[in-house]
DNA sequence: CTTGTTGCAAATGATTTGCAACCCG
DNA sequence: CGGGTTGCAAATCATTTGCAACAAG
């Protein structure tokens, strides 16, 4: 597992400060030292009162011009939370995402929604509008609040690690939505060779659903405010249902008063291969595309790794098969 | 059709005015009337501009005050688009809805999106957070200025026309659909009651589409700014389709490249009944639904309505056709 | 030794506040 | 007439700029 460079940003910032014709300084490299070592949503006075503890020489207006290069070079983000000040977040190698923020304590929730940016690019694409950035912002009351409980003093937490875990998270529930439909395939297949290949399939998701978990207590192993961190990618196995209709269409899920029952099926054993390839594919398709959003991160790297292991689980013949389970126009 | 007092909200000012132990003066009035008069996103000096060409003698303190309560009572909305300054729009019987700004031309377009609403509230829910409002705001560089050319000096136009229009359009969507699959279903059915049943939806759901075609042509007539404002109201026809699964399940759509013929059916008249109900219920009551959303407009209006309509079409027993056609857990 | 950098002081620009004169109810 | 209101001037507040002394390349 590559290790991140704890100060990766230091030497980005060299690299940006050279090939912008400008100068590396002592308080620049303060000011972006005391900007990584601290969490959260930092003012500018903030970060200037944190600087300051460590060198009550630098004067504010310096603060100002070096967050600005480092929003400039991608190390920091601007965010406007509310209350006329702006403030920055760490930037680089952080996954984009959306801020809810409680208007009584002032706690900032942030999330990230695979569907809503799909939603968004449709919207920008009906308008032939090329977007650049786009915020949402939602102010109210958290639930802490709302019951007068005072928040558990949840200190903000790294997003980027949050990330992975709900990466995995989310390669976790599709891994075992796929099984499951791999399995009751095979209990609704007539033919022999064909439900040996969707045996062999939901096997091999068994197997990787093992993985996953014990990648999932990897991420968090050790590090209690990530495995505490509230949900921070939005991922509802809808997404799964649409992007793959045949699972919805051939499987009887488990439904909550009666349903209809499973489909009869015949496939034959390669009839049933592209099948499971067309799966498998779809869902490798849905987590590249996503990944795409991203940048370089853990996060991303554990949806491409499920991506891609998604793909081998149905090396096989592509194509024909696909107009004949699902006619997305 | 009622007809929208033409300033409905200099009234309310003054109710908001009384109830708060405020006074009524000739300052406040006059800022007020200005701001009516314009249409778009104005800064307070935009405005302030505009009420010295008609008294030099107000103060910009006032109309900074006069604002601050036009929003406070509803009447004006604050908006911040990025360029630092606080704009305000017209608030009372606006739809809420968003924004996406060129930040070439600075060119603003307003957007409203039933599916973006739905998952906003549910990401909402998942946090327990009781949200009061929120903001999505994109960035980015319009297709004129992509295209260099000059952006036909289209002038903004009040959204709530152009949200009736698109009220029509998304009601006139829908009914298309329900009559397709009527007409579909009819043609499947194998039992002449059913068949008969389906037909005589089908009927309806005809000369209820010639009744919104009117509607539409009466929202538009002699408005050329809102007849071709962009689309505001983002509706797609997956929200009903996922809505309404059966309607997918049941009908073959004309697909781009071949796909799955008709189901077959062999529902008796009462079947079919219900099945019409089922379908013209779960209708009525996402567009009921979304409307809630809205305050009243004429757009809220005719989605009401359209409700009240689709409810009508299906005034058979109800209910336990549900689960047979639709289980949705 | 050139050129960007720093930090102070002063400027800016949007918005707010103090306050004496004012006028609505 | 009493209490909110107005508009001016002055105050804030975050942020930017001018500039002389300074330090990096």
Redesign the pocket.
Known sequence: MPVRKAKEEVEMF?VW??Q?????????EL?LETFLGAEGHL???DIYTLVKKK?R??????????L??LAACGIAREVTLGD????FEHGHRHPPHHHIVCTRCGRVIEFASPELERMQDEIMRKYDFQPDRHWIKTCGVCSNCRENRKGGEERPCDTERVFARDAVKMALATEVRLMEFFQQAAAANQDAAGREVFERIARLKEANIATLGEELDDVVRGEEDVAKAPVFLHFSLDEVEQNIPSLTRLTARPPAQGGRPVVEMALDAEAAAKLARFLTVTAATFFKDYAAKFPDTRGRRILLGFAGQQESHGDLDSNSYLSAWDSKS
């Open positions: 060299r400060l050279r912008n014709g400008l100068k590396r300084t002592y308080q620049k000011i003012s500018v006075d060198d020489r630098v004067g504010s207006v310096t603060v100002f011009r070096t600005k290069s006329g000040l702006t403030r």
